[in-house]
Nanobody
Framework: VQLQASGGGLVRPGGSLTLSCAAS????????MGWYRQIPGKQRELVAR????????DYADYVKGRFTISRASAKNTVLLQMNTLKPEDTADYYC???????????????WGQGTLVTVSS
């Protein structure tokens, strides 16, 4: 199982970016997928996550009303629409999934590579 993240980049304050995360490989079931972020010197923290079967979402307080996580039309892919970006949103964003792969005993954590989001004028 692999998670492929894309969409990071440089954006001005107040701007928008969309991150994409696609899960691939031999997958039995995906429980949920989401995004975490890490600022240098700080712990990785939850940004948003979604239960793929139900669409139920969960957001960190600091992104509520600005970020939206959703299921993409492509299978096993989620999108994170980030609006009204602030300099303090600058971080490495990591895709995460709770996935049952064909070689796993049960659902477990998978991580994609980080994608850098820089918010600066």
């Amino acid at each position: 199982v692999q998670l492929q993240a894309s969409g990071g980049g440089l954006v001005r304050p107040g701007g928008s970016l969309t991150l994409s995360c696609a899960a691939s490989g031999s997958i039995v079931n995906i429980g949920r997928m989401g995004w975490y972020r890490q600022i240098p010197g700080k712990q990785r923290e939850l940004v948003a996550r979604i239960v793929l079967s139900s669409g139920t979402t969960d957001y960190a307080d600091y992104v509520k009303g600005r970020f939206t996580i959703s299921r993409a039309s492509a299978k096993n892919t989620v999108l994170l629409q980030m609006n009204t970006l602030k300099p303090e949103d600058t971080a490495d964003y990591y895709c995460h999934g709770v996935i049952f792969g064909s070689t796993d005993i049960s659902h477990r954590d998978y991580w994609g590579q980080g994608t850098l989001v820089t918010v600066s004028s």
